[in-house]
């Protein structure tokens, strides 16, 4: 998000409270859409890794945040105390959005066959999908009037791009579970889907082998000739997070400038 960029004021989400995960710092997707959710009306509490109270608390008050939890998604206790402290905030919550990932920086670059190890699997599966399963649960026990989950995925879950490896893997297995999740929660009035934003400047992606690659050739080969907007990505979790989004759940909705859609440029294409 452009740092003189300011999300219009809105009242989409004026009443509705509700919990985001995985603000990191201003360049982060889920600051990008908490941004964009408190610009519209929305309260929110932050579950933030164990450790991070202090990068993040600037930006909670920015968007008047009324809880900052920790979190650590692999212990099963540290949860149990987020969400506690959120239903005690709250009582019931309207959206959940789910940004948490990991896998470790020496698995994301060169060959997944061979660099891919069994714990390091293992770890990118809970984390990065597991935890998915495991928020949407506790998540949907706060949403008896209904509500939206959202998560983060990325293009990598469809095809083989360079470096992504055990990530991509991991993240084709978050995909799934929007669409078991959706169709479990569906009759409670809960929908549940998928971001899919292209290559952006955030922290994830300074872990990635050849990141700053992605994002050149993700400009290069869209549809669009353009980077990813934050605005844009944030747009879009506004529409599904909110009651814009009534009756679509299950979904992977790609904000990319169209790169997803891209076979090949007019440079690589040749003669027929």
Same mark, same amino acid.
């Given at each position: 998000m452009a740092d003189d960029y300011q999300?219009?004021? =809105?009242? @989409?989400?004026?009443?509705?409270? =509700?919990?985001?995960?995985?603000?990191?710092?201003?360049?982060s997707i889920a600051w990008g859409i908490a941004a964009q959710l408190a610009a519209q009306g929305a309260e929110m509490a932050f579950l933030h890794l164990p450790g991070m109270e202090r990068r993040v608390e600037a930006l909670a008050q920015q968007a008047g945040v009324k809880l900052l939890a920790p979190a650590d998604v692999t212990d099963d206790a540290s949860m149990d105390a987020a969400f506690a402290a959120v239903e005690k905030a709250f009582g019931t919550i309207d959206f959940f959005v789910h940004a948490i990932a990991f896998a470790n920086k020496d698995e994301l670059k060169g060959s997944f066959v061979d660099n891919t190890t069994r714990d390091g699997f293992l770890r990118a599966l809970n984390i990065s999908a597991f935890s998915f399963v495991d928020c949407a649960r506790r998540a949907s026990a706060l949403m008896p009037n209904g509500g939206s989950i959202l998560t983060l995925t990325y293009m990598g879950s469809e095809?083989? *791009?360079?470096? %992504?490896?055990?990530?991509?893997?991991?993240? +084709?297995?978050? $995909?799934?579970?929007?669409? %078991?999740?959706?169709?479990?929660?569906?009759?409670?009035?809960?929908?549940?889907?998928a971001l899919s934003p292209? +290559?952006?400047?955030?922290?994830? @992606?300074?872990? *990635?082998?050849?990141?700053r690659g992605m994002l050149s050739k993700g400009r290069s080969l869209s549809a669009m000739k353009q980077d990813t907007?934050?605005?844009?990505?944030?747009?879009? +979790?506004?529409?599904? @997070?909110?009651?814009?989004?009534?009756?679509?759940?299950?979904?992977?909705?790609?904000?990319?400038?169209?790169?997803? *859609?891209?076979?090949?440029? $007019?440079?690589?294409?040749? $003669?027929?």
């Open positions: 999300m219009p004021k =809105g009242e @989409l989400m004026k009443g509705k409270r =509700g919990v985001v995960t995985g603000v990191a710092n201003h360049q095809r083989a *791009i360079p470096n %992504y490896n055990t990530m991509g893997v991991a993240k +084709a297995a978050l $995909e799934a579970a929007v669409r %078991y999740a959706a169709r479990d929660l569906g009759p409670k009035g809960i929908r549940v889907n292209g +290559a952006m400047r955030t922290l994830s @992606l300074a872990g *990635i082998s050849g990141g907007a934050m605005e844009g990505v944030a747009g879009a +979790a506004l529409w599904l @997070l909110s009651d814009l989004g009534l009756s679509t759940t299950g979904e992977v909705i790609h904000v990319d400038a169209g790169f997803h *859609i891209m076979g090949f440029t $007019e440079d690589e294409g040749g $003669e027929a």
